[in-house]
């Protein structure tokens, strides 16, 4: 578990990993002369292709594929880096936005010239404002330098940058809403296709990567597609970084090669559960994953395929572990509020589904739910999501609706005696059952990184 | 549109059906019999795939996937369930969510009845609910301007309007504010949804969310009765739903059809409704004595009317109106004056139109669905948005979704301009001029010259103003019907004008489009006739200037108020003033009636039955669904009393009598019939043959050569949609939109005149007005505009020139 493609720099010089100063010192840009110098655009692309690197966003789609997709003939294209970070409990590429930006900037150059892009865009979430200023020193600093703008290092290649940041919308993480965003209109997705590759940014061939994806790019092109792919299992290629919160005791980003067990990470990285208490459960790769359990899953493998085999996602790496004190409805009833919350609202499904679920929930937690309550939330779900199966069948123009089934869904398949002994009617004379929000109360003062 | 589109086989809940191919499957199946619920998805406007209540079931390589059939075209070999369990289950779960929030207030909702959520609620819904939860709570219906009130709790938030208003209209003052479950349709702050479009969203909301406040708790749908019509509001005669409750006209609808309006309607089209109710329609019939009007009978009317008639020679006596109603009216008008009365001087414009023959038989002449397959639009005439607003969106529609490339010429910027490839603006007076310069492709109009150069090109021609010289629009013409297969759609705006025109209510025409001169059509007109007196004779100026010099003795006046809409008021005023005998035919005490000895009172919207004829010369079914106000009567029964009462007969005892009369008397109407009109094809009308069918008049425009004026001054005056017009002013939902009228200004001349927005100018042509001060940019300098006939504006005129004066402190 040592090898280090993105974490290295802010690690060994934590004080000023994000200076081009220090970044040149290491090593920085001279991938870039390199890829200018003496690599085709489409040389670049194979290296990428060769490297079988998977998008680190959420859906995991392999970037040589999505490179491909681009019409040959139609110009402008834009490269669109997402770096809209939302996803309760992910918090990657805020740091490597924050401690080794320059490594991203270098990433679009390489990226652009092989895409034969000439104006990149870089969309960051609005509540990452440090990373943000972090990262348009770096572009300003590029500039300067002569790594942006007119013949870039006098190669003939030009290109500029644009750093976007956004309103305060989870759903402008999806790539079409987050287009329609950056256009100034409503965040709300579109209907696909057309796909962003051919009808993206100002209805333009558009590649929209993720901002750990894109970081990857100098190393690969520096050390080839074929040593990236001989990282880690074939399928999940090269090292991930995995934002580790929750009841853990040691939280934080950790750079992984794929193929390590659950219980290798939550214990030997995460250092286990705080005040050594009972694992109950843990989100394996972003709110919107299906939650994965002790008994079935602590030795099966962190892969990509392995945790879909298992009907969950790997997402956006993020994992949100859940000890034996979680009230499991107040945990899914955070989850689906912030999904209720987050919904554009143009689909029916979505907006009202989702906050029907929430309140179903609250009502559940405040001690008035009634047994006909589990019934309803899965039908509700099953609205939502026809058949409450994985990958999730959909009723709605982006996945973020059937997202909000997830945890309830795992509250379901898990913790059913839990959900049932909060809705039973109350015993004579007793208290109302559950009746107790204070699980939603922790989530909240914990905030990202301590769910 | 689409007939060339090949047929595809796809199974239809187990059915192989024939469709055409490239169609959402929405459509497809709808055609093919099968109802897929829907909300948001409209024929008329984008798909948006948002409420996905028409998910449905396809059968795919990886699969069944629940699709939403609005968005989703149909192919070759598609395997489509509608009715499957998982489509159903799906299509129940989406009416249960739209109806969770939905505060079911039914009873209380003008929808209630016709709405389609309650009818796919009970069609596809599940028929109870499960939600026990509080439902969102809004404000109850706010106003979003003053026709329209916004109820966000029984909002679904299906994005129709706030489509309609970006797509179709161009004014997108609505849009979607929050996310979520907060997601909401509403204004802007401080910007109403003053859009002249508005009514339309009313109509194609789902729900009752959207409410105009002159239908408001008028009446229960299941009251209703309705017949459809057509609103002679402007010249485009957009298809209208007459809607009554006892007999009363509570609302109009637009009627979806290709030809014309597309469903869609103006706000002064739709909020019109209510002036035949208005409590001061003249009802009966008014006879002035020592200066005042009482009341009379219709026999005494009748009598005195044609025993003053009778008594002036024939020629003395002209007519000026004709073009407020249907065909069959304004045919009586033109045969009682030519061959009972005996006159040649008649005129259904009133100095603010075209040459009649030009705008009656100019040839080619576009359709408005030419618009549809133009490669290029020139619009050199109103702002259609003011004058021809329904014709406004059919070239919004052409320009922004069908490509076409929009070449507009105007004195100021108009309501098109953000949508047109180049605008050239030029000083009213030097119209000539820029012709030349745009025809020889000079300078600075070389991109919009080369534009023009692709064809089709369809050429929108009229006046740009009532100051400037009808002979412009000619030369332009002219210059259009030279360019690559191009057609040109000659603009007038007032009701059924063109009708009027074609049923020879014209100094230079005879019923049918065909010449005064034209001998043989002449005498082909006596056979039916009698008489027909000789041509050609005075048009409206001349009529008015001829009653002022005692040339000509009397005036009928025939729903024309030429003291308002005449562009020299004083040569009107003067004219009424000094004629001997004046009887008005009128719904309404206006400025001319005033002047009139007799006021035969006449029937309007949904009282009268008969044809009207628009822009493109289509003719089209007016209904009558209510009985006439108090003792008013249709204008040919009227005329054809008159007759009578002077010794003559025209013979016919309705309507449709006279609509028979017309088919065998007007060459170009030759055997078209009411039923016709009525059913099939028909129902959208008949366009009226050019001159290769039954039209016999020809006319190729010309360059009359108009001289430019040289004066600094020049006057820019042309209408608003909402004026100080009888229709309006008696309107109740719209007659408060009028503006009061301002004086616009070039910043420049402004400064001249050391006055600044807010300021008084006195303004002087044929009358004198004082208005305050807009600067517009957009103008000539030394051009002023004044838009026509509202409060303040009326009584100005439309000189060419005018004298401009600041209003010092004070003074004012």
Redesign the interface.
């Known amino acids: 578990m040592t090898t280090s493609i993105l974490l290295d720099r802010m690690v060994a010089h934590p004080s000023d990993s994000h200076t081009l100063a220090r970044y040149v010192d290491t090593g920085g840009y001279e991938t870039l002369k390199k890829a200018l110098n003496s690599m085709k655009p489409e040389e670049i692309t194979a290296e990428v292709k060769a490297s079988n690197i998977r998008g680190r966003g959420g859906a995991s789609f392999p970037t040589g594929v999505k490179w491909g997709f681009l019409p040959p003939d139609t110009r402008p294209r834009y490269l669109v880096v997402n770096g809209d970070e939302s996803e309760p409990g992910t918090f990657k590429d805020r740091m490597l936005l924050e401690r080794d930006p320059h490594q991203l900037v270098e990433g679009i150059i390489i990226s652009a010239y092989a895409l034969d892009v000439h104006h990149a865009f870089v969309y960051i979430r609005g509540e990452y404002p440090k990373p943000a200023r972090r990262l348009q020193r770096a572009i300003d600093e590029a500039y300067e330098a002569g790594y942006l703008g007119g013949d870039i290092l006098g190669s003939g290649f030009d290109l500029d940058v644009t750093v976007h940041l956004g309103g305060g ?1 989870y ?1 402008c993480g999806e790539e079409t809403a987050l287009l329609s965003s950056l256009e100034g209109r ?1 965040g709300e997705p579109r ?1 696909k296709p057309p796909f962003p590759a051919v009808e993206g940014l100002y209805a333009k061939p558009t590649i929209v990567n993720n901002v750990e994806t894109i970081s990857n790019i100098p190393w690969i092109v520096a050390n080839g597609g074929a040593k990236y792919a001989a990282i880690g299992p074939e399928t999940s290629s090269g090292t991930r970084v995995m934002s580790l919160s929750g009841h853990v005791k040691n939280p934080g980003d950790y750079e992984v090669v794929a193929g390590l067990s659950w219980k290798e990470l939550i214990y030997d990285i995460g250092g286990g559960i705080r005040d050594d208490n009972k694992l109950k459960a843990w989100v394996p790769g972003g709110a919107s994953a299906p939650w994965f359990v002790p008994d079935e899953h602590l030795n099966t493998p962190v892969t990509i395929d392995d945790i879909a085999k298992n009907g969950s996602m790997i997402g956006s790496g993020a994992v949100i572990v859940m000890d034996e004190t979680t009230n499991v409805v107040g945990a899914a009833h955070r989850l689906v509020r912030f999904f ?10 979505c ?6 679920l929430e ?2 929930l609250a ?1 559940i937690l405040d001690g008035y739910g009634r047994p006909e309550d589990i019934g ?1 939330l899965l039908d509700v779900c ?3 999501s ?2 409450l199966a994985w990958p999730p ?5 982006c996945p973020l609706g059937p997202s909000a089934t997830a945890p309830v869904v795992s509250m379901m398949k898990y913790f059913r005696d839990e959900v049932e002994a909060m809705v039973s009617p109350p015993p004579s004379g007793g208290d109302v059952a559950g009746g107790d929000r204070g699980g939603e109360v922790q989530f909240e003062a914990g905030g990202t990184s301590n769910v | 549109m689409s007939d060339d589109r090949p047929a595809v086989t796809i199974t239809l809940d187990g059915v192989d059906v024939q469709v055409e191919s490239g169609q959402a499957l929405i459509e497809a199946a709808q055609k093919a019999g099968t109802y897929i619920p829907r909300f948001c998805y409209h024929p008329r406007l984008k798909a948006a795939g948002v409420c996905r209540a028409c998910l449905v079931e396809v059968e795919g390589p990886r699969g069944t996937a629940l699709v939403p059939s609005c968005t989703t075209p149909v192919g070759d070999g598609m395997v489509v369930h509608t009715k499957s369990d998982t489509a159903k289950k799906a299509q129940e779960g989406v009416l249960e969510f739209l109806l969770v929030n939905h505060p079911l207030d039914c009873p209380v909702c003008d929808k209630g009845g016709e709405c389609p959520l309650q009818d796919q609620a009970f069609a596809f819904g599940a028929g109870e609910t499960r939600y026990v939860e509080e439902k969102r709570h809004y404000e109850k219906p706010i106003p979003i301007s003053d026709l329209i009130l916004m109820d966000r709790e029984r909002c679904i938030l299906c994005s129709r309007c706030t489509r309609f208003s970006d797509e179709i209209s161009g004014d997108p003052l609505i849009d979607f504010k929050d996310r979520g479950n907060y997601v909401q349709v509403i204004t802007f702050p401080d910007e109403p949804f003053a859009s002249y479009f508005s009514g339309n969203t009313v109509q194609i909301c789902p729900v009752g969310a959207l409410t105009a406040k002159p239908y408001r708790f008028k009446a229960r749908p299941w009251d209703i009765e309705a017949v459809e019509s057509v609103s002679l509001v402007d010249a485009v005669h957009s298809k209208i739903s007459v809607q009554t409750s006892h007999n009363e006209i509570i609302r109009l609808y637009g009627v979806d059809n290709d030809a014309t309006n597309h469903g869609w309607l103006s706000d002064k089209d739709r909020f019109v409704n209510d002036h035949v109710h208005s409590e001061d329609r003249i009802t009966t019939p008014l006879i002035k004595e020592d200066g005042e009007f009482r009341e009379a009978t219709w026999a005494e009317a009748i009598s005195l009317t044609a025993e003053r008639l009778g008594s002036f020679d024939g020629p003395k006596v002209a007519g000026v109106g004709g073009a407020r109603s249907t065909n069959e009216d304004a045919y009586s008008f033109a045969k009682f004056l030519r061959s009972v009365v005996g006159t040649p001087h008649l005129d259904a414009q009133l100095g603010d139109g075209l040459d009649p023959s030009f705008a009656a038989a100019v040839t080619p002449r576009a359709e408005i669905n030419d618009l549809e397959s133009a490669k290029t639009i020139l619009l050199w005439g109103p702002d259609l948005k003011e004058e021809l607003p329904v014709l406004y969106l059919r070239v919004r529609r052409a320009v922004t979704e069908l490509g076409a490339n929009l070449v507009i010429v105007h004195p100021r910027r108009t309501g098109l301009d953000d949508v047109a490839a180049h605008t050239i603006r030029y000083k009213p007076g030097t119209g000539p001029d820029v012709l030349r310069k745009l025809a020889a492709g000079d300078g600075e109009y070389a991109e919009a010259r080369s534009a023009l150069g692709f064809g089709p090109v369809v050429a929108l021609v009229g006046r740009t103003g009532l100051a400037e010289n009808p002979d412009l629009a000619e030369a332009v013409a002219a210059f259009s019907l030279e360019l690559p297969d191009a057609k040109v759609l000659p603009l007038l705006r007032r009701g059924n004008v063109f009708g009027a025109l074609d049923m020879g209510v014209a100094p230079t025409l005879l019923p049918g489009r065909v010449s005064v001169d034209d001998a043989a059509g002449r005498t082909a007109l006596e056979e039916h006739w009698g008489s027909v007196a000789d041509g050609p004779g005075l048009d409206t100026g001349g009529i008015l200037e001829g009653l002022a010099a005692g040339d000509l003795d009397a005036l009928v006046l025939n729903g024309a108020d030429p003291v308002r809409d005449f562009p020299l008021p004083s040569t009107a005023v003067a004219g009424l003033d000094a004629a001997q005998f004046i009887v008005a035919f009128e719904m309404f005490m206006s400025d001319s009636a005033a002047y009139a000895d007799v006021i035969l009172p006449v029937a309007g919207l949904g009282e009268i039955e008969g044809t009207a004829t628009n822009i493109e010369g289509r003719i089209q079914k007016i209904n009558q669904i209510i009985p006439s106000a108090g003792m008013s009567r249709p204008v040919w029964s009227i005329f054809e009393d008159l007759a009578l009462a002077l010794g003559a007969e025209h013979g016919a005892a309705s309507a449709g009598a006279i609509s028979e009369e017309i088919a065998a008397v007007a060459p170009a109407y030759g055997g078209i019939a009411w039923d016709q009109l009525s059913w099939g094809a028909g129902r959208d009308g008949i366009v009226l043959p050019g001159p290769d069918g039954a039209q016999p008049l020809e006319h190729a425009p010309s360059d009359k050569g108009v001289p430019a004026t040289s004066g600094h001054r020049v006057l820019h005056t042309a209408r608003v949609l909402y004026d100080d017009g009888v229709m309006v002013r008696h309107s109740s939902g719209i007659a408060g939109l009028a503006s009061q009228g301002a004086a616009h200004l070039h910043p420049r001349d402004a400064s001249v005149l050391a006055v600044t927005e807010g300021d008084e100018v006195e303004i002087r042509g044929d009358g004198e007005v004082r208005l305050p001060v807009v600067i517009d940019p957009s103008l000539a300098e030394g051009t002023v505009y004044v838009p026509f006939n509202l409060a303040r504006t009326a009584g100005l005129g439309a000189a060419a020139e005018v004298r401009l004066d600041a209003v010092r402190g004070g003074d004012a």
């Open positions: 919308a759903i409503r209907i209720s919350h987050e919904s554009c609202g143009q689909c029916t499904p907006r009202e589904g989702t906050t029907w309140r179903i009502r309803l099953d609205n939502i026809p058949g069948a959909m009723t709605t123009i």
